[in-house]
């Protein structure tokens, strides 16, 4: 059987089998096959698995776009070495998304500014790489749509909104109180995703202190009860990588220390 060979024909094959990348780069698919002196065999496997890298990197582009992610944060660009209250073995571990695939949470805890939200994002974007759709979004941000959708009668909808991520990633839960009220909204969230997806949340407060960000001790108490139930916690213990390069730069001189000797005279 002979067959057309030309690049036209090519081309439109490509086309018709969808395979885009294959398309736009036929030329310099060809030119490496031939510089390369590729048996048949050997080509097809390229020309393949040239369209499948570029499929695959349109996903993760794609995914990652959805998201949200406020900045490219990844495990390969935290210092560990200056934040000894993280364990690299642990976050290692953690990358390899176990967690993610039972369904389980995360809870990454500890003062501001130790990196809890660089290590949500790193594990969120390897979650993303291996075809886990992800939604990052802050907590105080979250809390203002689900109390828009409340009043305006679209609660239900938003809910389903946050149940079809397999990750949804909640950063600074505790940096902004909980209206009086609106601690149910938040119960009502870990509820639909309860044991159906995983949920990350970064804080500064503790889980004991729930109750008086919430608003609410009982209901942060069910909170607790539901999204404690399988999940992976880390504390991070150490100083604030912000207030150690504002020491370091002197704009700070010690523990709540201004610029300058102390001095009550200090510029004047």
């Given at each position: ?38 048996s048949n065999q ?129 950063d600074e839960l ?95």
């Amino acid at each position: 059987m002979q067959h057309d060979l030309s690049k036209d024909a090519l081309t439109r094959r490509a086309a018709r089998l969808k395979l885009k990348s294959m398309v736009e780069n036929l030329d310099f698919i060809l030119e490496n096959g031939q510089r390369a002196s590729m048996s048949n065999q050997e080509f097809l496997a390229y020309a393949l698995g040239f369209e499948v890298e570029r499929r695959e990197a349109r996903r993760i582009d794609l995914g990652l776009k959805i998201a949200h992610f406020p900045r490219v944060c990844t495990l390969e660009g935290f210092d560990f070495s200056c934040q000894p209250g993280v364990s690299e073995g642990r976050m290692r571990e953690l990358s390899r998304l176990e967690w993610l695939a039972s369904r389980r949470n995360v809870l990454l805890q500890g003062p501001p500014g130790v990196g809890k939200t660089h290590l949500a994002i790193a594990l969120g974007r390897e979650a993303v790489k291996a075809g886990y759709s992800t939604t990052f979004i802050s907590a105080g941000r979250l809390m203002r749509q689900l109390e828009e959708a409340e009043s305006s009668g679209r609660l239900e909808e938003k809910l389903l909104q946050y149940l079809k991520p397999r990750l949804l990633l909640i950063d600074e839960l505790g940096y902004i109180p909980f209206k009086t009220g609106t601690a149910g909204l938040f119960y009502r969230l870990v509820s639909t995703r309860y044991e159906s997806g995983s949920i990350m949340v970064t804080t500064s407060r503790p889980a004991g202190e729930w109750g008086i960000v919430m608003n609410d001790v009982a209901m942060a108490g069910a909170v607790l009860d539901r999204f404690l139930h399988h999940c992976e916690v880390l504390t991070i213990r150490g100083d604030s990588y912000r207030l150690r390069e504002a020491r370091r730069d002197g704009v700070l001189r010690g523990e709540g220390t201004p610029p300058g000797d102390g001095s009550a005279t200090d510029g004047k």
